[in-house]
């Protein structure tokens, strides 16, 4: 296995792994940072997507540009889920930052299935982008 397809996994891994932690938070009411388990998971997806093109940004904005220039400007990438992964990313923010944000019950819920749904999507596309380029897995890259 390449570098970069064994990079792409370990992406996958982490960001399964912070929507394994979201049931325990939601049920001990840790809704902020249950949050920022969330942004996590969608983070660490949209990273393994990047990685597909061999696109490394060294920061979260940084991300988001990237995937909107090179997944939903061409149309590889829903524009709907794009906006999911900003909004959500805003919330990390306030959550994390912002000392007059409680986050609510109602209000966390209103991301979590929206972000499986995302991290699906996600997945869904770089099995597609490997069954269809499967010389990239193994051409030399960044990772390689």
């Known amino acids: 296995m390449s570098r970069r397809r064994e990079a792409i996994k370990t992406k996958l891994r982490k960001s399964a792994a912070f929507i394994g932690e979201t049931d325990l938070l939601y049920q001990h009411k840790l809704y902020n940072t249950l949050i920022n388990r969330l942004y996590y998971s969608c983070f660490h997806a949209t990273k393994a997507l990047l990685l ?67 991290v699906n999507y996600t997945n869904v596309l770089i099995e597609k982008y490997f069954d269809e380029n499967p010389e990239d897995i193994y051409r030399p890259s960044l990772f390689s």
């Open 52 to 118: 597909t093109k061999d696109l490394v940004s060294k920061t979260h904005s940084g991300v988001v540009t990237l995937l909107n220039e090179h997944f939903v400007k061409p149309k590889i990438f829903s524009a709907a889920h794009a906006a999911f992964f900003k909004s959500l990313m805003n919330e990390r923010l306030q959550s994390d930052y912002d000392d007059f944000i409680i986050t609510d019950q109602d209000h966390v819920f209103e991301f979590i299935e929206p972000l499986k749904e995302y």
